[in-house]
């Protein structure tokens, strides 16, 4: 039973305009998400956090958003760029899940920004 | 956020071998963690690696399979005993850094077992 979803394989968006990424979740325990962003072959590079007691985190182009009665966060790049193309994982910890302390990850969106 | 190198960063074996994959941090951390990412997949944790005490293994991994060293603050390895191409995979180690639950990674080994 997969406790954090993504359930956007992929998302095409044009450069400049703002790229929407979704995630939910079901385990009401977690209390702390993060997106990773990932390229091939390269491990993956953190990008933004938010604790559950925030509905919302800023970091230059980064923001994430979080609901928590629909268990559901998002995280919005403006205006996005060519080098933002990669996979985005998001990740929650807190839950039974992932462990005491790991992190428990969604399958990923893959980002293609178009010229 | 610490520097993390593995090594090797690929490998092919061949089903019945094993593979020692090395985890180096540039700063001592208390907690390491090695996950798993099938092809296909999301990373899953197999792990947690804290120095001085015994790794504490996730639902569905054994120490049998999967033994872990954590000699110091900064160095750990992960073994993948007696390989079938199921386990095949990229293996990651990360490290918590922070007042927060942030992990940060390595860049990865992937594995393919023939």
């Known amino acids: 039973d997969q406790q954090v979803k993504q359930n956007s394989p992929s998302l095409s968006v044009q450069e400049g305009r703002i790229s929407i990424l979704n995630c939910d979740y079901t385990n009401s325990m977690f209390d702390y998400f993060l997106w990773y962003k990932k390229y091939p072959a390269e491990g993956p590079t953190f990008l933004i956090s938010i604790s559950s007691i925030k509905d919302k985190n800023e970091d230059g182009r980064f923001t994430v958003f979080l609901n928590k009665s629909a268990k559901h966060l998002s995280l919005h790049i403006v205006p996005s760029q060519p080098g933002d193309s990669a996979v985005y994982f998001c990740a929650a910890s807190g839950g039974s899940g992932g462990g005491a302390d790991g992190l428990t990850f969604g399958k990923g969106t893959h980002l293609i920004i178009q010229p | 956020s610490a520097v993390i190198s593995q090594k090797p960063s690929r490998d092919i074996c061949q089903r019945g071998t094993s593979l020692t994959i090395q985890c180096q941090v540039d700063?001592?951390?208390?907690?390491m963690f090695w996950y798993r990412q099938q092809p296909g997949q999301s990373l899953t944790l197999i792990a947690t690696?804290?120095?001085?005490?015994?790794?504490?293994?996730e639902s569905g991994f054994v120490i049998d399979k999967f033994p872990i060293s954590r000699p110091n603050l900064t160095f750990s390895t992960l073994t993948v005993s007696n390989m079938s191409p199921e386990d095949s995979s990229i293996y990651l180690c990360s490290v918590r850094q922070g007042a927060a639950d942030t992990q940060y990674f390595g860049p990865g080994t992937r594995l393919t077992v023939l």
């Open positions: 700063s001592q951390v208390t907690m």
């Open positions: 690696a804290n120095q001085g005490s015994e790794a504490t293994y």
